[in-house]
């Protein structure tokens, strides 16, 4: 057994048992952080399989913002901790066997996985060049299948408009109740002004990287999203009302100059979403730059919640 | 057995771990939780079939990595939405928990046939 197989071993076996933990756990927040960590090591496996910007995204994603979200559930619903009835015993051995038999048929696909396996990645490469991009995942993201990535713009900002129909009818238009965890202090205060303009910065220089190297648009802004979220929590500048145009427009800048792009595909190169020779990467970069800024701001105000006070004239 | 192989059991082992914490724990927030365990592990063999097609100089086959990024996002807009649910459901009912017997009639709003 060589090296880098017992390390695959460790870090399989350690993430197994932790997301094992993060279901057993008793605590709410303890299961959270659990998960947390899990997706950290996520991450690494991402990196192990060679897929950086999965990891990436996973580490920002998945890690990061998902565990905030749940944290701020889990600070408001903590007088409901403890669990009033255990689940029954034959409850628990007939899910238990039942999930196993699901895991010993997935785990079958993966034994019985063809040999060789089939693969985009020629197809990729080959048409690549034309699009200017030097990334291939970007180069799915943005030109083979750029309709997924628009609809799934559209399903970010389809879930926000989800979470703030949640409002309470006199609260409409007003500030999201962002959930505090801890009273601003010194020290959340003072990260909160050492890390934002570097935070920027690797936001910005990973939504650019994208188009040649790992990063892009969803990295990037999640890393933005982070940033104006620790802003707001240090209560160094105040959550925005959502009825403020800056924010709406903010929002849809993004997604509205995409399908703007995607509609001129129709008139330069006969097909919707379809770049005019030469002008792809220009137009893919614009295309990420104001994407990365409605994605940081609409992942912000979902971590943000529905609005919770009305708006002070 | 290969080191992709290795991570598509893990994935297997925890979309089984995911699923059972969403069937056995109540609290909606923790089948929340479990549910994005069951995603996690379904990315993760998805990435074990992206590393299995390494061609072309590539690390992994590009297409389900996309794929996979997109996932990722959509997971997160669910989750998020899942979470507003539930809070407005604790500051509506008090409850945190889905069971099959009748909720507790504490508003008296309830509509009885």
């Known amino acids: ?313 | 057995m290969t080191s992709a192989t290795l991570f598509g059991y893990c994935g297997a082992a925890m979309v089984g771990l995911g699923l059972f914490g969403l069937i056995t724990n109540p609290h909606v927030l923790r089948k929340i939780l479990a549910f994005n365990v069951l995603g996690a592990g379904v990315f993760l063999m998805f990435g074990v079939i992206a590393r299995r097609g390494a061609a072309a100089g590539l690390g992994g086959d590009p297409v389900p990595q996309a794929l996979v990024i997109t996932g990722i996002v959509v997971a997160f807009s669910a989750t998020a939405l899942a979470v507003a649910l539930l809070v407005r459901l604790h500051s509506e009912t008090g409850q945190t928990t889905v069971s099959s017997e009748d909720p507790p009639s504490s508003s008296g709003q309830g509509v009885r046939s």
């Open chain 1, 1 to 313: 057994m060589n090296v880098a197989l017992a390390f695959d071993l460790g870090l399989a076996a350690l993430l197994v048992a932790i997301a094992g933990w993060t279901i057993a756990a008793r605590a709410n927040i303890g299961a959270i952080v659990l998960f947390m960590v899990d997706g950290l090591l996520l991450a690494i496996v991402w990196v192990r399989l060679s897929a950086v910007d999965v990891a990436l995204t996973e580490a920002a994603i998945g890690g990061g913002v998902t565990s905030m979200l749940l944290l701020g559930a889990a600070t408001r619903l903590k007088d409901t901790e403890s669990n009033p009835e255990p689940a029954k015993l034959t409850l628990l051995l007939t899910a238990g066997a039942l999930c196993a038999l699901v895991s010993a048929g997935l785990a079958a696909v993966v034994f019985f996985l063809p040999d060789p396996a089939p693969t985009l990645a020629p197809v990729a490469m080959a048409n690549l060049a034309e699009t200017g991009l030097g990334n291939p995942v970007a180069g799915v993201l943005f030109a083979y299948r750029a309709l997924d990535t628009l609809l799934e713009k559209v399903v970010l900002l389809l879930a926000l408009v989800g979470v703030w129909s949640l409002a309470r009818d006199e609260a409409w238009g007003g500030v999201p109740g962002l959930r505090v965890y801890a009273r601003p202090n010194t020290i959340l205060v003072f990260l909160a002004q050492l890390l934002p303009p570097i935070g920027i910065m690797v936001g910005i220089y990973m939504f650019w990287a994208g188009a040649s190297q790992p990063g892009g648009a969803f990295q990037g802004g999640t890393v933005l999203a982070a940033m104006w979220l620790l802003v707001l929590l240090a209560r160094l500048q105040q959550v925005p009302a959502i009825s403020l145009p800056w924010v709406r427009l903010l929002l849809v800048i993004g997604p509205v100059l995409f399908v703007a792009i995607g509609f001129l595909g129709f008139l330069v190169a006969d097909a919707f979403l379809a770049y005019p020779p030469g002008y792809a990467k220009p137009l893919i970069v614009i295309a990420e730059a104001t994407l990365t800024l409605s994605i940081g701001v609409t992942l912000g105000l979902l971590v943000a919640g529905p609005p919770e006070t009305r708006l002070q004239q």
